[in-house]
């Protein structure tokens, strides 16, 4: 069973950048997707991006297309989440996630596993 670690959280002001990563323990990402989401105060759990780990191939929400990158690093087995341009209301918890059988990386019940979450504080 694959248990997600994140990291790279924390307080930053409107305009900086924050590294969140994302560690995989027993097991490997290598047959997996690998989607980060976010769950602001009051607000529903949403895709930010995903990469299927085998391809490497991405997507992302609209309102990270820009912003955010996504990669990952096979000898780390680690994925990351590079966010720059960072405004308050990027302001979450953010999730780690995989899933052996996902058709749409967007949709966070195609996931089997999640970490803990951290979170991000954007001020203005």
């Known amino acids: 069973q694959v248990q997600l670690v994140e990291s790279g959280g924390g307080l930053v002001q409107a305009g900086g950048s924050l590294r969140l990563s994302c560690a995989a323990a027993?097991?490997?990402?290598?047959?997996?997707?690998v989607g980060w989401f976010r769950q602001g105060p009051g607000k529903e759990r949403e895709f930010v991006a995903a990469?299927?780990?085998?391809?490497?191939?991405?997507s992302y929400a609209d309102s990270a297309k820009g912003r955010f990158t996504i990669s990952r690093d096979n000898a780390r087995n680690t994925a990351y989440l590079q966010m720059n341009s960072l405004k308050p209301e990027d302001t979450a918890v953010y999730y780690c996630?995989?899933?052996?059988?996902?058709?749409?990386?967007?949709?966070?019940?195609?996931?089997?596993?999640w970490g803990q979450g951290t979170q991000v504080t954007v001020s203005s």
């Open positions: 996630a995989a899933g052996r059988v996902v058709v749409d990386t967007r949709t966070p019940s195609q996931y089997n596993y």
């Open positions: 027993g097991g490997t990402f290598s047959s997996y997707a």
């Open positions: 990469i299927r780990w085998s391809i490497g191939l991405t």
